[in-house]
């Protein structure tokens, strides 16, 4: 069964920093595009960044745009999520998640298969 298991998560200060790992089982991504989401209480969950085929595509939210960075390594099955200068505004429950298209960016994405996502609080 093909799943998506996200880790890294924790509670962290303001300022800090903190990467998240998503790692894929059950099929290679390499020829799919991934994306990070994230959902705060009460709020609707949000899309963060996307990234397709080789890395030739990256897309970032306006409000994680030059703090959060994502990657992947399709030898280790895995995409991270690279998170600096945090703010308490980013805690939320992070989702990792698969879209089929290898090309797509941001929005432009329909995706697949989630996780079940990993809880980061960042305290003032």
């Known amino acids: 069964q093909v799943q998506l298991v996200e880790s890294g998560g924790g509670l962290v200060q303001a300022g800090d920093s903190l990467r998240l790992s998503c790692a894929a089982s059950?099929?290679?991504?390499?020829?799919?595009?991934m994306g990070w989401f994230r959902q705060a209480p009460g709020k609707e969950r949000d899309l963060v960044a996307t990234i397709a085929l080789n890395d030739a595509r990256k897309y970032y939210a306006d409000s994680v745009k030059g703090r959060f960075t994502i990657s992947r390594d399709d030898a280790k099955n895995t995409v991270y999520l690279q998170m600096n200068a945090m703010r308490p505004e980013d805690t939320a429950v992070y989702y990792c998640a698969l879209s089929e298209s290898p090309w797509c960016s941001g929005y432009e994405c329909s995706y697949d298969l989630w996780g079940r996502g990993t809880q980061v609080t960042v305290s003032r």
């Open positions: 059950g099929r290679t991504i390499k020829m799919l595009t």
